[in-house]
């Protein structure tokens, strides 16, 4: 910001270039592990996997994010476990889809409101057709974000009676967020 | 009265916006409605759908912080914490404290602009045309720091993934702080003339009730959530930046009617003031960046991070494929996610109580369709 | 009757002078709303055309005019633009009897009180007439509404009126003023005064009271389909009913031309006098209109059936006790205090404000989140005043 | 009824206040000093040319794609008034696009642009909101002139002191008798070279 009080600008500029000074302009650095769970997240986890048991093929976690993967037709049945098991997690936090171009990868943070753990449900779907079990009879919530992932992604969510467009119109072609989609520029006047 | 076996009645279906002067913005509601009563209630969102997720995620780290701006357009530094956090754990930095502060101390006095604004336009939707004024009075008082602050009184762009663009200048405490005693009394002004008024009471007392485990399925959070006696605030079940070290008080409800949500927000725009002016008191000094020139590349992995918008519990769930671009963002809109709750909350009430409680909600649309 | 020529011109001239007036009035009602809510909210109101903004009015007056008329294709189009004659028709006839000071009236007629309630009430036609019309159904919605308004509070305006009446022992305004002379029927029956207040600002639709045109929820009910100069006619009609609460509740209430002790003023000064009463009125109705919000329409029935007709009627029989007995007129002054003042207590008695309650538990029950201690700044103690963030991490 | 008088004499309470409203187009309320309004091109004052060298970190960082540029071999320099070898030519920033969000100056190393206080551009054109080097300039200057702005890099990007560095230099290599170096190579033409280069591995990689 060039308008910035101009005493401190005019004092600036022989130090900013000096690298000497970095240190002082920035404070020290703070890595946080990567990919490593905390003390409570390692707890969630370890609670996770008691519910959920062998339905668990791939799990890791961030901070005290715990995920686990499942197996997509068992996803309706790892969420009711997570649901209504000890580890309560009784809100459907967020649901989200990624396009990782060979599969879509469903993803549904689920948080607890009676003791604030969050854990995360991981399903791989195939590219082609994708569909898993809707979460509508478990949460509410699962409605519109069933609905976007439908529009945006093409999901099909076997079990939700309600699949009209949410965010896209009637008629609209195609999925807008996946990566094979264009983004097309639009002309300029 | 038979009137009901011997006639065969139609009920009307009342379509409310996307052009109503209630509906805040380019919201649809389709009233399924018997006379003045509402059977059914069919929200239609998209109208403004702008594709940001999608737009994210071929701007790069910095670019996207502008999108945020505008995804929530009333509370947009709370939106920048949001994005910025993400990208914090992502980047693996941490930005210094004094950034900390100064990012708290503009999210919460935005919380302030934004539950001001909701009073306002709450007490027009209920047909009160003077609160609005006040509201925007303090309102505009926040928004001219804002722009001595970051330049811009709506789109800020001033945070940074590992601290914030600049620091603050040297008056910002004690305008602050007179600031904080101005925007006080003006809560207190829009609270005597609304929060106990009776017609007002009348209107949102007992309205638009959904209980606790109905609202948690529904997804709702903030003070929808807690109107309902659910005690969820992310800012207290999980800290972020510098909350833990502030005394602060969460507000909660019993009813989970359109009175509790309203005056939930005005007491909590009271706790924002204070929290604000404890942030003050600790007002460390120290660099304003985290170390490290360029923090723009992040090695691949995902994290999902949440903190408390005014609205609600937003969340980003951020996915980097290692490139200086995010490979997808994903937001939790706290305003969609408590849409959802919208036609439990309003079958079997009257027409004029579809707007209180859609007012209620507090919803911004360029949030719900992003 | 035999009608000369003479009679029919003085008739139009009087006719004409009066529709003046009324519109005058109105379009002073606007500016006056207008500049009035600027200020309790803080803001200037209109003004730039003329002096304080004065012309607005007729800018935009002229603006309606000059806009294209629009009538949706499926209306009734006969009845789409009759319905706003409707409306200003009655609202302009009432002011035939109306005497702005003594003799300063088109027709004082025996009956006036009488001829305002048969009048008055046929502007609901136009609103239903106006609402079915425009085949909308925000506007069949206004329409029924106002239907079920202005039918449920005629009730307690004409018991009013009719207390009015029977203390001054005439139906004639001029008798009504005239049996002021000493003291004002605000002072004898307060209790009155309220309910027509009341009453009055739910005939007119003014807030708290304007859930027939209720912008946030019919978006202007039956006038959502209008624009130009039908819309124009029907906004006119509505601040010309606001002055017509304003002057009744001036002739009725609160004196009409005549300071409450003293003679007859001149008659320009009447006149003034009466307006200025009447302003006041006005005043007050814009006041409570910038402070409440509106209720809804059951909560509006409900007033009305439950509270403002039990209590007319109360008052009524009263009035009517007062006059058989021959008591002196405070016994009434205190009856209605009484009749005013117990339900209010019994009600309040039953049910307190639960707000209040509710806030103070609210605020009290807040969950206390302590702060933890702040871990020590790190060692670094140079206090560095950063220079704008040229290493961004864009 | 008790609370609802309460209500109205806070609106009351009003009517004896100032108003809080500006009365716009007669009274325009000043904006702060960090206020970021229309972007804007500065001014050399020492070498009478604009900062900006077209090197194109502003276009590339953009997140709404509103500049182009094109840069030219500056004759100034030919002529040794400046330092800068190369000078933006033309410069076109459609304002419709632009966001105002004032990335363009924090990546700018040659303190080039900067978000002036200007917010009220009107235009009955269509393309009235496409501003050319011109317009950029004028709206550079004048907020140059208005909040006296300073470089933050003077050392390195106002002609004058780079020019002045650079004799300085050079006389004291000729004292030296070490005359051989060429210029190009004293610190302080490189630095913005060398900036320019790593910010360019950084945000466009």
């Known amino acids: 910001m060039t308008e910035q009080d101009p005493k401190a600008a005019a004092e600036a500029p022989k130090e900013a270039a000096a690298p000497a000074e970095k240190p002082a302009r920035h404070g020290p650095p703070i890595v946080i592990a990567e990919e490593v769970l905390n003390e409570r997240g390692e707890q969630t986890a370890a609670q996770l996997a008691s519910t959920l048991g062998t339905l668990v093929l791939d799990s890791a976690g961030r901070e005290d994010n715990p995920w686990v993967r499942v197996d997509a037709k068992e996803l309706h049945a790892a969420a009711k476990k997570c649901r209504d098991g000890e580890i309560g997690m009784d809100m459907l936090n967020l649901m989200l889809a990624v396009d990782w171009v060979d599969r879509i990868q469903m993803i549904y943070v689920l948080y607890s409101t009676t003791n604030n753990r969050k854990v995360i449900l991981k399903a791989d779907l195939p590219a082609e057709s994708p569909a898993i079990d809707s979460l509508t009879d478990l949460w509410e919530a699962a409605t519109w974000y069933e609905r976007e992932t439908h529009d945006l992604f093409g999901v099909d969510f076997p079990g939700n009676s309600d699949m009209s467009p949410l965010l896209l119109y009637e008629g609209f072609e195609g999925h807008p967020g996946l990566k094979s989609y264009p983004l097309n520029d639009y002309e300029e006047w | 009265m038979t009137t009901e076996s011997q006639f065969e009645t139609v009920d009307m279906m009342l379509n409310m916006g996307p052009q109503h002067p209630a509906t805040h913005g380019v919201f649809r509601m389709v009233l399924k409605v018997d006379g003045e009563k509402v059977i059914d209630v069919i929200p239609h969102i998209g109208y403004l759908h702008r594709g940001t997720e999608r737009l994210a995620e071929v701007e790069t780290y910095g670019q996207v912080i502008t999108l945020f701006d505008r995804v929530d357009y009333i509370a947009n530094l709370n939106n920048e914490l949001a994005f910025v956090r993400a990208g914090e754990q992502i980047m693996e930095v941490e930005a210094p404290e004094r950034a900390q502060y100064i990012r708290v101390i503009l999210a919460e006095l935005n919380r302030v602009a934004s539950h001001l604004l909701f009073i306002g336009t709450y007490a027009i939707d209920l047909g009160a045309m003077t609160p609005v004024m006040y509201g925007f009075r303090e309102r505009e008082r926040i928004q001219n720091l804002f722009e001595h602050v970051t330049g811009a009184r709506m789109m800020h762009n001033y945070m940074r993934i590992g601290g914030v663009k600049a620091d603050v200048p040297d008056d910002f405490v004690p305008w602050v702080r007179q600031l904080i005693g101005e925007v006080r009394k003006g809560v207190e002004e829009c609270d005597k003339l609304l929060s106990t008024n009776e017609v007002f009471l009348g209107r949102t007392r007992g309205v638009g009730v959904i209980d606790g485990p109905t609202a948690i399925s529904c997804g709702l959070t903030g003070p929808s959530l807690r109107g309902s006696g659910v005690a969820y605030d992310v800012r207290k079940d999980d800290p972020y930046e510098i909350y833990p070290y502030l005394n602060y008080k969460v507000p909660v409800g019993e009813n989970g009617d359109c009175w509790d949500r309203y005056y939930l927000r005005m007491l909590e725009c009271y706790e924002s003031l204070s929290m604000i002016e404890q942030c003050l008191d600790q007002f460390p000094e120290g660099p304003i960046m985290a170390a490290g020139r360029r923090i723009a590349r992040p090695p691949a992995g995902e994290v999902f991070s949440h903190s408390e918008n005014p609205r609600g519990d937003l969340g980003v769930y951020l996915v980097s494929d290692g490139t200086d671009k995010p490979y997808r963002v994903k937001i939790r809109p706290p305003s969609f996610c408590n849409l959802v709750g919208l036609a439990t909350m309003t079958r079997g009430s009257y027409i004029a109580d579809a707007v209180a409680i859609l007012g209620s909600l507090d919803i911004v649309l360029g949030e719900v369709d992003r | ?394 | 009824m008790i609370s609802g008088l309460k209500g109205m004499l806070v609106t009351l309470r009003w009517l004896g206040k100032k108003n809080i409203t500006a009365n716009y187009p007669k009274e325009h309320l000043p904006v702060q000093e960090r206020f970021m309004g229309f972007p804007g091109l500065l001014w050399d004052e020492t070498a009478e040319e604009p900062f900006c060298t077209g090197c194109m970190v502003c276009v590339r960082e953009c997140p709404t794609q509103c500049m182009t540029a094109i840069m030219h071999d500056n004759p100034n320099a030919v002529e040794g008034k400046s330092h800068r070898r190369k000078i933006i030519e033309t410069f076109e920033i459609n304002l419709n696009r632009c966001i105002l969000c004032g990335i363009c100056v924090d990546v700018c190393n040659f303190d080039a642009i900067a978000m002036s206080h200007e917010h009220e551009l009107a235009s009955f054109a269509r393309t009235g909101a496409r501003a050319d080097l011109g317009l950029l300039l004028d709206l550079g200057r004048k907020f140059q002139t208005e909040v006296s702005w300073a470089p933050k890099g003077a050392d390195r990007n106002v002609a004058s002191v780079v020019l002045a560095k650079r004799a300085a230099a050079e006389a004291a290599k000729a004292e030296e008798a070490a005359a051989e170096a060429p210029t190009e190579a004293t610190p302080a033409s490189e630095a913005p070279v060398a900036e320019k280069a790593e910010k360019q591995e950084g945000g466009e990689s």
């Open chain 3, 1 to 394: 009757m035999n009608v000369t020529l003479s009679d029919t011109i003085t008739l139009s001239v009087q006719l004409f002078a009066l529709f003046n007036v009324a519109a005058l009035a109105a379009v002073s009602l606007v500016w006056l709303e207008r500049r009035f809510l600027g200020r309790l909210q803080g803001r200037p109101g209109p003004n730039r055309v003329g002096p304080l903004g004065l012309l607005q009015p007729i800018a935009d007056a002229i603006k309606l005019m000059s806009k294209e008329d629009v009538a949706p294709g499926s209306s009734q189009r006969l009845l789409f633009y009759a319905a706003p004659i409707l409306v200003f028709v009655p609202a302009f006839v009432v002011w035939l009897t109306f005497p702005l000071a003594r003799d300063v009236v088109v027709r004082n007629m025996d009956m006036g009180l009488f001829f305002f309630v048969a009048i008055s009430v046929l502007s609901i036609v136009g609103l239903v007439l106006a609402g079915w019309s425009s085949n909308s159904k925000y506007a069949i919605l206004g329409g029924f509404r106002a239907a079920a308004q202005l039918v449920s509070y005629e009730i307690p305006i004409i018991t009013m009126i009719l207390i009015i009446g029977m203390l001054s022992d005439s139906l004639d305004f001029v008798k009504v003023v005239d049996a002021q002379a000493t003291i004002p029927f605000i002072a004898v029956v307060p209790l009155a005064f309220v309910i027509f207040l009341i009453a009055g600002l739910a005939e007119v639709g003014r807030t708290p009271f304007d859930i027939y045109f209720a912008e946030s929820e019919v978006v202007g009910g039956p006038f959502v389909e209008y624009s130009g100069a039908h819309w124009a006619i029907f906004f006119l009609a509505e601040y010309v009913n606001t002055f017509v609460i304003g002057i009744l509740g001036a002739l009725l209430f609160l004196g009409g031309w005549r300071w409450p002790f003293g003679a007859d003023l001149p008659q320009v000064a009447s006149v003034a006098l009466l307006m200025g009463k009447a302003y006041f009125i006005v005043l007050i109705i814009f006041w409570i209109r910038g402070t409440y919000p509106r209720m809804r329409i059951d909560q509006l029935m409900a007033m009305a059936w439950k509270w403002l007709i039990p209590l007319s009627f109360v008052l009524f029989l009263a009035a009517a006790f007062q006059l058989k007995f021959e008591w002196p007129w405070w016994v009434l002054t205190i009856l209605s205090l009484v009749i005013l003042v117990v339900p209010v207590i019994v009600q309040s008695r039953k049910q307190r404000n639960p707000a209040l309650e509710l806030a103070a538990r609210y605020a009290a029950n807040a969950i206390v989140v302590q702060a933890k201690p702040r871990p020590a700044p790190a060692v670094e103690d140079a206090p560095v005043v950063t220079p704008a963030a040229e290493g961004t991490s864009v």
